[in-house]
C-alpha cells in the first residue's frame, strides 16, 4: 500500500532537502539532472574540452563554475566531477575526489597565502585516508602538508600511479587573484582542480584567461538564471518520479504559473517547491493524488516564512 510522501527531496538526503546533488557521492542522483538555466549547456561544454581526459593526465587542469546564488553551480560541479570519475574508470584508472569546500573558518579573515596553505593541509590528511599516496611518498611529505609550493607542483609523482585527483576547492575569497594562484601554483598532471564563484562576471573571466595564457587555460562555465518554462520543467521531472512509490497532489496550472513568477534560481523553486508540499502533508490537508496544491498553498508556505508571492 502507498503512502502519502514529498516527492521533492533527493535520494538519501530526505532530512536536507536544500543540498545539492552529488552524484559522485550518491549514484542515485545522477538521474536527477533537469535541463534548467543553462546547466545542460554548461555540462556538454565540460565534455567536449576534456574530451578524452589526455590532457588532464598531461598537465591537470583547472574548471571554475561562475553563476549568481543559488542557479545550481555546485550541482554543475559534482556532476562534472562524477562524469570524470566515470570516464576514468573507462580507462582503468580510478579517480579519486576530495571535497575541501568547507574546509576553510568562516569566521576569519585570511590571506591568499593562508587559504592555500589550509588546503593543501587538509588534502593531506584527505589523501593519506584515501590512500591515494604512494606509501612510501606518505612520510616524505607530511613534514611539507601545509607548503603549496612545495606539496602541489608534486602531486603526480606522489600519486598511486592509477589514481586521478579531482578536488573541490573553496569558493575564492579574493576572486580573480585567487584563482589566478590556483590556475598557475597548483596545476599538475593527473590533477583536475574545480571552483566555483557567484561574483565573476565576463570581464573577470576575459581577464583570468589574459593571466594564465602561459598556463593550460582553465575551463570556465557559466550557468544563469532559470528561463521561461524551467520551472515546470523541473516540476514535472520530480513530480513523475515517484508515483510507485507513493501518493502526492500534482501542482494547479495557476500554481506553476505563480511559481514561473516568482522563482529566480533552481535553489528557490526546490526550497518553495519541498516546503509546500511538507506543509501541506504534515497539515492534514487534503493530500492524495486527486488533489491539487494550488496558489493559496504555496501563498501560506510563503506567508510562514515572512514572505510575499
Given at each position: 500500500?502507498?503512502?502519502?510522501?514529498?516527492?521533492?527531496?533527493?535520494?538519501?538526503?530526505?532530512?536536507?532537502?536544500?543540498?545539492?546533488?552529488?552524484?559522485?557521492?550518491?549514484?542515485?542522483?545522477?538521474?536527477?539532472?533537469?535541463?534548467?538555466?543553462?546547466?545542460?549547456?554548461?555540462?556538454?561544454?565540460?565534455?567536449?574540452?576534456?574530451?578524452?581526459?589526455?590532457?588532464?593526465?598531461?598537465?591537470?587542469?583547472?574548471?571554475?563554475?561562475?553563476?549568481?546564488?543559488?542557479?545550481?553551480?555546485?550541482?554543475?560541479?559534482?556532476?562534472?566531477?562524477?562524469?570524470?570519475?566515470?570516464?576514468?574508470?573507462?580507462?582503468?584508472?580510478?579517480?579519486v575526489v576530495v571535497d575541501l569546500t568547507g574546509c576553510l573558518p568562516e569566521d576569519e579573515e585570511l590571506s591568499i597565502q593562508q587559504r592555500l596553505e589550509q588546503v593543501c593541509d587538509?588534502?593531506?590528511?584527505?589523501?593519506?585516508?584515501?590512500?591515494?599516496?604512494?606509501?612510501?611518498?606518505?612520510?616524505?611529505?607530511?613534514?611539507?602538508?601545509?607548503?603549496?609550493?612545495r606539496v602541489f607542483p608534486r602531486l603526480a609523482h606522489l600519486l598511486r600511479d592509477d589514481v586521478v585527483l579531482l578536488i573541490l576547492l573553496p569558493s575564492p575569497n579574493e576572486l580573480?587573484?585567487?584563482?589566478?594562484?590556483?590556475?598557475?601554483?597548483?596545476?599538475?598532471?593527473?590533477?583536475?582542480?574545480?571552483?566555483?564563484?557567484?561574483?565573476?562576471?565576463?570581464?573577470?573571466?576575459?581577464e583570468l584567461v589574459r593571466r594564465t595564457e602561459a598556463w593550460v587555460p582553465p575551463v570556465t562555465l557559466l550557468v544563469g538564471k532559470l528561463e521561461t518554462g524551467d520551472q515546470h520543467?523541473?516540476?514535472?521531472?520530480?513530480?513523475?518520479?515517484?508515483?510507485?512509490?507513493?501518493?502526492?497532489?500534482?501542482?494547479?496550472?495557476?500554481?506553476?504559473?505563480?511559481?514561473?513568477?516568482?522563482?529566480?534560481?533552481?535553489?528557490?523553486?526546490?526550497?518553495?517547491?519541498?516546503?509546500?508540499?511538507?506543509?501541506?502533508?504534515?497539515?492534514?490537508?487534503?493530500?492524495?493524488?486527486?488533489?491539487?496544491?494550488?496558489?493559496?498553498?504555496?501563498?501560506?508556505?510563503?506567508?510562514?516564512?515572512?514572505?510575499?508571492?
Amino acid at each position: 500500500m502507498t503512502r502519502p510522501i514529498n516527492p521533492f527531496p533527493l535520494p538519501g538526503w530526505e532530512r536536507t532537502p536544500m543540498r545539492p546533488l552529488r552524484p559522485w557521492e550518491r549514484t542515485a542522483h545522477r538521474d536527477y539532472y533537469v535541463d534548467v538555466d543553462g546547466a545542460e549547456a554548461a555540462f556538454q561544454q565540460f565534455q567536449q574540452e576534456l574530451g578524452d581526459l589526455a590532457g588532464v593526465l598531461e598537465d591537470g587542469r583547472l574548471v571554475l563554475i561562475t553563476g549568481e546564488s543559488g542557479c545550481g553551480k555546485t550541482a554543475l560541479l559534482n556532476r562534472c566531477a562524477d562524469w570524470t570519475t566515470v570516464a576514468l574508470a573507462r580507462r582503468g584508472l580510478k579517480g579519486v575526489v576530495v571535497d575541501l569546500t568547507g574546509c576553510l573558518p568562516e569566521d576569519e579573515e585570511l590571506s591568499i597565502q593562508q587559504r592555500l596553505e589550509q588546503v593543501c593541509d587538509q588534502l593531506f590528511d584527505r589523501l593519506v585516508d584515501a590512500r591515494a599516496l604512494r606509501p612510501e611518498e606518505v612520510e616524505a611529505t607530511r613534514g611539507d602538508r601545509d607548503n603549496p609550493q612545495r606539496v602541489f607542483p608534486r602531486l603526480a609523482h606522489l600519486l598511486r600511479d592509477d589514481v586521478v585527483l579531482l578536488i573541490l576547492l573553496p569558493s575564492p575569497n579574493e576572486l580573480l587573484d585567487e584563482v589566478v594562484r590556483y590556475a598557475k601554483q597548483l596545476s599538475s598532471p593527473r590533477v583536475l582542480f574545480f571552483a566555483e564563484s557567484a561574483f565573476f562576471r565576463a570581464d573577470d573571466i576575459a581577464e583570468l584567461v589574459r593571466r594564465t595564457e602561459a598556463w593550460v587555460p582553465p575551463v570556465t562555465l557559466l550557468v544563469g538564471k532559470l528561463e521561461t518554462g524551467d520551472q515546470h520543467r523541473f516540476a514535472k521531472d520530480r513530480l513523475l518520479r515517484h508515483t510507485d512509490v507513493g501518493t502526492y497532489p500534482q501542482l494547479s496550472d495557476q500554481a506553476v504559473e505563480l511559481l514561473g513568477k516568482i522563482c529566480q534560481s533552481v535553489a528557490m523553486l526546490q526550497r518553495i517547491l519541498h516546503g509546500t508540499y511538507e506543509r501541506k502533508l504534515t497539515s492534514g490537508l487534503s493530500y492524495t493524488d486527486t488533489d491539487l496544491v494550488t496558489v493559496d498553498d504555496i501563498r501560506a508556505y510563503l506567508n510562514g516564512l515572512g514572505m510575499q508571492p
